[in-house]
């Protein structure tokens, strides 16, 4: 093997430790008592405790985030597949005039930075007294799932043989069924990946979130990011333990979301 | 597919008012409350017009708020860019088939992170003393402390690293897959010049994906704006004003300091216009 080339090995195998060591770190650290944490050389071999685990799953709070996610992010997904993949498949099949603007209105709905929408949202919740309520957050996140799950169904769809649907048209179907029967089966895998992509959007936001919460609608972020402000004296095995547990959920979906990136490059080629 | 069917208009009108409300509703808002005086403390306002406008480029933290912002943008864009296309071609180059698939599903791992438990694993990482990132310093100096959080001159540059760990190697992933869509003929072409492996990089493969590259720096600098996370994790805008970008000073206006609400607006509705434009422009160019 030339030099250059074992070099290049070595600089990819760092870079992959690099990829998934701090994440590692932190799960070996929530499985910590204190005093192993709090050491100036940082401690391999030591006696697993379940006791963060257990304190942040019995916690009120967590619970509560861990709810609100669930419910806020779960109903916003819900709405962003009914609204949005039928609206993907309009636009890339039955194309119009307008079919470039309202790709690129979708687009351009990543441009608004979330201060722009956080702060007059909280005063329009405020007054119709909706504010720190999940109602508020949901139709705020749908905003966000709606557009991209459109953004990402889109070429899903365009990518779909329309061979498959023209002999169902010749088979006697309506557009509508053409759309049920054949062109959501056969991009089922894509719009998975599209689906599970917005639900790791909206899991992992904060800005709104923070914004639009005070009290009972508190997501598992802001829950998370409120343990540290208590400053450096909460143990630190039971911070770890609270982001690990925060993480989790998004990378449930690491399979079906590097299958879905497989699949969209896949197309391209051909 | 010219068939007349309602499905169309059924499928793509409810979608498209609903969008157009949720984000018409906030924006427009937006500019009327930033004209207005409005407190979080009282319910009372009055209308100033531009006067909060006129404030802004008169507060010194608003224009370094600016400035930060603008610096974060191109450390985290370029950073991003330089380690995606190292590590992208690196893969094309050494790895097999094998080790490729094995790193793109590691290199994916940080980008599906919470910002916030991104945050926080660099948080802990970078901790002065028992931290797993300064121990290698403390273990070569015999002690010496290193708080790159708390330094004015570092601390932007640390918060900026974990943007790049998350991004970066998900790019990682994309530059190698745009490889390997390229025809394998022009490399084998230049490989019978004698062109070295860079060369080939540098004028063969990297030129022909220059429009998804870009349009990939497009995405990166959207995804930039969303910096306020990492920042309020991991600094709060400190070491003083180090790391405070826009929507970190419009946030602590708003919220934390002094519950100006309108002023906040204000600076947010600048942003908006800024970025709206900006990114208006450079699409259209983008899909020129």
């Known amino acids: 093997m030339r030099p250059g080339r074992l070099i290049g090995k070595a600089i990819l195998a760092v870079a992959g430790f690099l990829a998934v060591f701090p994440l590692l770190w932190t799960a070996l650290n929530a499985l910590k008592n204190n005093v192993d944490i709090i050491t100036r050389v940082p401690r391999l071999v030591f006696t697993p405790t379940w006791a963060n685990i257990i304190y942040i799953l019995g916690r009120d709070s967590v619970l509560t985030g861990l709810y609100n996610s669930v419910v806020a992010c779960g109903s916003a ?51 119709v007294g909706l504010y720190d309520t999940l109602p508020a957050l949901i ?60 639900f790791v959007l909206v899991w992992n936001e904060f800005l709104i979130a923070l914004m639009l919460s005070s009290s009972n609608a508190k997501t598992l972020p802001i829950v998370a990011s409120e ?43 051909t | 597919m010219a068939r ?56 010194r933290r608003f224009l370094n708020a600016v400035w930060v912002s603008v610096k974060w943008e191109i450390v985290t864009v370029v950073a991003t860019m330089v380690v995606a296309i190292g590590l992208g071609v690196l893969m094309f180059e050494v790895a097999g088939p094998r080790l490729r698939n094995l790193h793109c599903l590691l290199f994916i791992i940080p980008v599906l992170l919470p910002r916030v438990s991104a945050a926080f694993v660099w948080k802990f ?15 070569v100096t015999g002690g010496l402390i290193f708080d790159p959080l708390s330094k004015p001159g570092t601390a932007l540059f640390a918060v900026a690293s974990v943007d790049v760990w998350q991004w970066g190697l998900f790019f990682a992933v994309i530059v190698l897959k745009l490889l390997e869509t390229l025809p394998p003929q022009p490399i084998e072409a230049a490989r019978l010049d004698h062109a070295k492996r860079w060369q080939i990089h540098a004028y063969v493969t990297l030129p022909m994906l220059k429009a998804p590259l870009i349009s990939l720096m497009f995405v990166k600098m959207i995804e930039s704006l969303r910096s306020f996370d990492l920042i309020y994790v991991m600094t709060r805008g400190g070491p003083g004003v180090a790391t405070e970008t826009l929507d970190m000073y419009a946030f602590s206006q708003g919220f934390i300091e002094s519950g100006k609400v309108s002023y906040a607006s204000a600076m947010a509705v600048l942003m908006m216009i800024a970025t709206v434009i900006t990114f208006t422009m450079l699409w259209k160019r983008v899909q020129a």
């Open chain 1, 227 to 269: 343990l540290s402000q208590q400053g450096m004296n909460v143990p630190w095995g039971i911070l770890n333990a609270s982001v690990v547990l925060l993480s989790l959920p998004p990378l449930l979906f690491l399979g079906v979301l590097s299958g879905f990136l497989n699949s969209v490059f896949r197309q391209k080629k």
């Open chain 1, 77 to 127: 997904v819900l709405i962003g597949v009914v609204l949005g993949l039928p609206a993907a498949y309009a636009v890339a099949r039955y194309p119009n005039r307008w079919a470039g603007d309202i790709q690129f209105f979708v687009l351009s709905l990543r441009f608004l930075p979330p201060v722009a929408v956080a702060i007059p949202l909280m005063v329009i919740w405020l007054q």
């Open chain 1, 139 to 198: 139709i705020t996140y749908s905003l966000l799932t709606i557009s991209v799950i459109m953004w990402l169904a889109i070429p899903a769809f365009q990518s779909v043989p329309k061979e498959i649907e023209e002999a169902a048209f010749v088979d006697g179907y309506g557009a509508y069924s053409v759309f049920w029967r054949i062109a959501l089966p056969v991009a089922a895998r894509s719009l998975a990946g599209a689906v599970a992509f917005s």
């Open chain 2, 125 to 139: 990482a970078y901790h002065p003393l028992y931290g797993i990132a300064t121990y290698p310093y403390r273990l």
């Open chain 2, 4 to 59: 007349r069917t309602s499905l169309p208009v059924t499928f793509v009108v409810p979608t498209i008012a609903i969008l157009l409300v949720l984000s018409m509703v906030p924006t427009l808002y937006a500019i009327v409350i930033a004209l207005q005086n409005r407190e979080l403390s009282t319910p009372d306002y009055s209308w100033v017009w531009l006067s909060n406008f006129a404030d802004l480029f008169l507060d």
